[in-house]
């Protein structure tokens, strides 16, 4: 027994390693990955260290984000490292402690003889790989909701309240991440009070929603008497819609459309999940397992629904957004595979199926994430991250030309990165000149960069007043006539 523990967490060393040496080989060419929402987080950290205050690259007041991040970076801003390598070290060690709670978690539910596959799932997602390369929140978000499932199943087991409130602690701080949070508080608490003996437990579910909820309370507060609402302009009805439901699965059908692969796949996965929860039903003898079983196949069914209501859901985040599900999942799976192996322990051809099944799971995710990192070998991690931003030219050029002068663009966080120094955004479609004014902090000059995104500005050739100072055909320098 104790040589199977050793060899466990060798595999589970391992896997940590080959992830870390994939982190690195991804980023080596152009770096990490970053985003508007990465610079969003960096930039609110550093005005925190040095202003005390939650404003972002262009001086407003966070309120569209959660405030745990942000201050997170603040934190390593105080540290003498780079920053994105505090961020990327920092992403790669919630992910590795996410893999192993999750080993934690369904080591009960695994079999010596599909263990050593089944760990390397845990650690070698490539939604997990995805993550660590670009500064986004999810790592730890992720790290927090690993946690919170581990209490929360064992409450399942044992009835403990205490359990309940640890669970609760990490809801709290899941919501201080990500406003996603909010959704999975609305998730558990409707689990809490789906049990047939929740007359007995109101005390303690109250409990469980105080301690998750009051610490976003002031931060809620701050927000709505800033932008009028609790999570900013990311309002409920704005974000999930009814009317977001047939066009989010008409987009995804037209997708798989062209990726027959991915729509065999699509099926596969919809008949296994509907499998699974008949065979739970039919099949689990421990009448606990078969509520955390439930739990976990409600918890993750809520969260798809939820998500096929958002607004301008993107394919190609669909990795980062799913992401989110990696660890219920595994765990509602190793909870499957554990009763379908007890059913049909007998069966040599069963045996070897779950065997192979996981496998080819890993060798498949292996290999989607060795193809990547040949891709972003030429192109880049994404965002900011990539061959056009960091062309030398391009950033020597804001370096030299904006760093002393006062300047609006429509990449302003970009200008950022480069200066750590206030810009702001250009105006947009449709808003008024007044509003416009208001927050135009006395620019003098305007650059535009020429790339596809961010259509919701007022390009320059439909601007009066401008005159242009230089003309690449990366962007073009304009001068503001007062």
């Excluded at 152009?30 to 990465?38: N, R």
């Excluded at 499998?275 to 009448?287: P, R, S």
Aim: some cysteine; hydrophobic content about 45%.
């Amino acid at each position: 027994m104790y040589n199977q523990k050793i060899k466990t967490y060798y595999i589970i060393g391992l896997g940590i390693v080959f992830l870390f040496c994939m982190m690195i080989l991804t980023i080596k060419s152009f770096g990490p990955g970053l985003t508007a929402d990465s610079i969003i987080y960096l930039s609110t950290g550093k005005n925190l260290v040095e202003k005390f205050s939650f404003t972002r690259f262009d001086g407003e007041a966070l309120s569209n984000w959660a405030p745990l991040y942000p201050c997170i970076m603040a934190f390593g801003y105080l540290l003498p490292i780079s920053i994105l390598w505090f961020a990327l070290g920092l992403n790669f060690i919630a992910i590795a402690i996410t893999g192993f709670v999750t080993y934690h978690i369904i080591k009960k539910h695994i079999h010596q003889a599909y263990a050593i596959p089944f760990i390397l799932i845990c650690i070698l997602a490539f939604p997990y790989y995805k993550l660590i390369i670009t500064i986004y929140s999810e790592s730890i978000f992720i790290c927090f909701q690993a946690f919170f499932l581990m209490y929360f199943l064992r409450y399942f087991y044992n009835q403990s309240n205490k359990h309940l409130y640890i669970s609760a602690i990490f809801m709290a701080l899941m919501c201080l991440q990500r406003y996603a949070g909010f959704m999975m508080l609305l998730v558990a608490i409707l689990i809490l009070l789906t049990d047939e003996n929740i007359k007995y437990k109101i005390k303690s579910t109250l409990v469980f929603i105080a301690i998750s909820f009051l610490p976003s309370l002031p931060w809620l507060i701050k927000n709505y008497v800033v932008s009028g609402g609790l999570t900013g302009q990311h309002t409920v009805s704005g974000k999930l819609n009814p009317s977001n439901l047939g066009l989010n699965l008409y987009h995804i059908l037209v997708y798989l459309q062209a990726h027959y692969g991915l729509l065999f796949l699509f099926g596969s996965l919809i008949f296994f999940w509907g499998a699974t929860l008949y065979f739970h039903q039919k099949n689990t003898g421990h009448v606990a397992t078969k509520k955390a079983a439930k739990a976990l196949w409600f918890y993750c069914s809520a969260y798809l629904f939820l998500l096929l209501l958002q607004k301008s859901l993107h394919l190609f985040e669909m990795a980062r957004y799913l992401s989110v599900l990696y660890v219920p999942m595994i765990c509602y799976a190793a909870m499957f595979i554990d009763e379908w192996y007890k059913k049909y322990q007998s069966d040599k051809t069963s045996k070897r199926a779950i065997k192979y099944i996981l496998i080819g799971i890993t060798v498949m995710q292996c290999f989607i994430t060795i193809q990547h990192i040949f891709r972003t070998k030429e192109m880049g991690v994404g965002g900011f991250g990539t061959d056009w931003w960091t062309n030398k030219e391009l950033s020597a050029f804001v370096k030299e030309k904006t760093t002393d002068k006062k300047v609006m663009s429509n990449y302003p966080d970009f200008m950022w990165l480069m200066n750590s120094k206030e810009y702001h955004f250009s105006q947009y479609k449709g808003e008024p000149l007044d509003e416009y004014k208001l927050r135009d902090k006395g620019d003098e000059y305007l650059l535009w960069f020429k790339q596809p995104m961010r259509q919701t500005l007022i390009e320059p050739k439909d601007t009066i007043g401008l005159s242009i100072l230089e003309n690449t055909p990366a962007f073009t320098f304009y001068k503001v006539e007062k």
